[in-house]
């Protein structure tokens, strides 16, 4: 039988990603969602709506992904704008950058609105906000089995600079615990802002990109 995984990841880099953005009933429609949003006081929700459209083939593949098979790690392609690799074993990564740019993307929306859970299990304190955020943790879905993800995120703090989008997924089944995490042993884990090291650990931090 076919490598599931290598088919699913296959189909979506083949159909670019407004073939792969619709397959999951969103739980909330645009206006639903600016509405919530607004009501509990966030900000820019239009703008965080459509960041979490352009995830939204991002959000499909990790849930295609998230089936049990295993795949070869020797897979690179792209999704869209995104650069795709396969970096070991039952891992996935996809990553972004543009000059200038503070954003696109917000997979963790994107996520949720497919009915996701994201529980928490660490988020890194880096030296100066303009490094980045950074936020590991478990990503739930309804009949599939959950995996371990890492979304960091760094708006470009000056426009010669680039905004950066990475996504780390580990689908081993292996949860790292807080000496783990705290030695950057998880999904990208280990220099991400710039090869800065992490003054810190904090059980819970805000979304990254907002």
């Known amino acids: 039988m076919k490598n599931l995984r290598v088919v699913a990841l296959a189909a ?5 990603c407004h073939a792969a953005a619709a397959d ?5 429609d645009e206006a639903g969602f600016v509405a919530r949003c607004q009501a509990e006081g966030g900000f820019d ?5 459509r960041w979490a459209g352009h995830a939204g083939p991002m959000a499909e593949a990790l849930l295609a992904l998230s089936d049990g098979a295993e795949w070869s790690p020797a897979a690179a392609d792209s999704l869209g704008d995104l ?22 993307y917000d997979l963790i929306t994107a996520l949720r609105l497919r009915g996701v859970t994201l529980e928490p299990l660490g988020c890194p304190s ?3 906000y303009t490094m980045g955020q950074e936020k590991v943790m478990i990503a739930r879905a309804e009949g599939r089995p959950p995996f371990v993800l890492t979304v960091y995120s760094r708006a470009a703090p000056m426009s010669a600079e680039v905004g950066v989008y990475e996504v780390d997924a580990d689908f081993s089944g292996a949860v790292p615990d807080s000496a783990a995490l705290a030695a950057g042993n998880y999904p990208g884990g280990g220099g991400r802002a710039f090869a800065v090291e992490p003054t810190g650990w904090t059980a819970d931090c805000p979304d990254p990109g907002f």
């Open 12 to 16: 979506l880099l083949a159909g670019g």
């Open 83 to 104: 650069t795709v690799t396969l970096p070991g074993q039952e891992r996935i990564a996809f990553r972004w950058q543009k000059q200038g740019s503070e954003g696109h």
């Open 126 to 128: 880096y030296p100066m």
């Open 45 to 49: 929700c239009a703008v965080k709506w």
């Open 24 to 28: 999951t009933p969103l739980i909330e």
